[in-house]
């Protein structure tokens, strides 16, 4: 019998997205000065222009690289990429996970790019990327979300390809070196590792994507949410606070509140030992655990932030899919309750379990007592099973 505990974690949010805020968030603190001004203002630009120099700065980005707010969140700032950037040359698209899969449909359904291969794993695998051609556009996501897989590092990557590298990054960035020299395109969203709000996007271009953006004319229209370019020049003043459509001066005040703890802790550095110490946690968990795995099981390849994991007990895995789903709401469902762990079930199109995330914004003693109160509810919930049989 697993007694229930004591201890509950300070803040029970583990969500994937949006993520917890940062220890210490109170919206009292953020700079309320432009709110209800207009973006265009001297001081909107200016508040736009702060968050994209906070960003640039902490994430050591080079100075030749371009980085705007753009609409959309990741998906809209990833979208926007692909319809400017795509169909001068052939194409490569990886997917392990549900937005890798996404990609794939926006290349080969919604723009029909006929030159395209398409290279797919599992939930919990990656494809080889030692197959992948980088003198074919590429691209991937740096880390599956829905799937708590990562790619190792960009070894794969030539320093000398013909290519562009189109990389979403949203639950990587700032928890996850990137080594920018291999990447030309990186997008994300202030809700993962910063903790903010949703709706925004951010996109990062390489010289050798604005190369291509001031050189090639896609042949399909182009929404004006996406047009980065005017008479074959890059709109510069867009990755300099001046966006295409009207942003949240909230969500940008909740942005700089974000990147002004990111950069007081440590920055990037501090970040990275955050994600990783709260993974080092749950690795050391699942290791004592028999019940449980992750569904990475390849180290070098498993996530520190977005954390998935199955449960391997014959008493669950032998269930039909629809019943281990049902046996994992349930235990959800008593976490929640219990005001320990919000939103901890598996992305609804992976395997069957949970994940948990582990970003720079959870706090490693919250992961830490977390832990007792998942076996506490796994035998719950395997009672009500046994009941129900």
């Known amino acids: 019998m697993t007694a229930k505990p004591s201890k ?24 309320t000065k432009v709110l209800g001004r207009s973006h265009r203002s001297k001081l909107g630009k200016s508040r736009l222009k702060l968050a994209i120099d906070l960003q640039r700065e902490i994430l050591g980005i080079p100075k030749d690289y371009y980085l705007g707010i753009v609409a959309g969140s990741d998906t809209g700032a990833v979208e926007m990429a692909l319809w400017s950037l795509l169909g001068s040359l052939p194409v490569d698209v990886l997917a392990w996970e549900a937005f890798g899969k996404d990609w794939v449909t926006d290349i080969v359904k919604q723009l029909k790019l006929k030159d395209t291969r398409t290279f797919e794993a599992p939930y919990g695998k990656l494809p080889d990327l030692a197959q992948v051609d980088t003198d074919r556009d590429v691209v991937f996501t740096w880390n599956g979300t829905t ?27 700032y928890a996850m070196d990137l ?27 390489s010289p050798r994507a604005v190369a291509r953006l001031e050189s090639y004319t896609p042949s399909w229209p182009m929404p004006k949410t996406f047009r980065m370019s005017k008479g074959g020049k890059l709109a510069a003043d867009i990755f300099e606070g001046a966006t295409i459509n009207t942003p949240s001066m909230l969500a940008v005040e909740d942005a700089i509140d974000a990147l002004n703890w990111g950069k007081v802790i440590g920055g990037q550095k501090e970040m990275q030992r955050r994600s990783n110490s709260n993974l080092k946690s749950l690795e050391d968990w699942v290791a004592k655990t028999p019940w449980i795995e992750f569904l990475a099981e390849d180290k070098a390849i498993r996530s520190n932030t977005s954390v998935c994991l199955k449960f391997t007990d014959k008493a669950v895995s032998s269930l039909p899919d629809e019943a281990q789903q049902n046996f994992i709401k349930s235990l959800t469902s008593l976490l929640e309750k219990e005001e320990v762990a919000y939103d901890i079930a598996g992305y609804r199109d992976a395997p069957p379990g949970i994940r948990i995330w582990c970003g720079a914004t959870v706090e490693h003693k919250d992961v830490e007592a977390l832990l007792p109160w998942i076996e506490w509810a796994y035998a719950e919930t395997l009672k009500s099973l046994a009941k129900a049989a």
């Not at 897989?149 to 960035?173: E, F, H, Q």
């Not at 990186?186 to 709706?199: C, F, M």
Request: charge should be positive.
């Open 179 to 205: 080594p920018w020299d291999k990447l030309d395109v990186v997008t994300y969203s202030w809700q993962k590792v910063l903790g903010g709000e949703g709706g925004h996007g951010v996109l990062i271009l």
């Open 147 to 173: 799937s708590g897989v990562k790619v190792p590092n960009g070894d794969w990557i030539k320093s000398t390809r013909k290519g562009l590298t189109i990389c979403d990054a949203t639950s990587a960035v």
């Open 8 to 31: 509950k974690p300070h803040c029970p949010n583990f969500s994937s997205g949006p993520c917890a805020k940062h220890p210490g968030y109170s919206v009292s603190h953020l700079d």
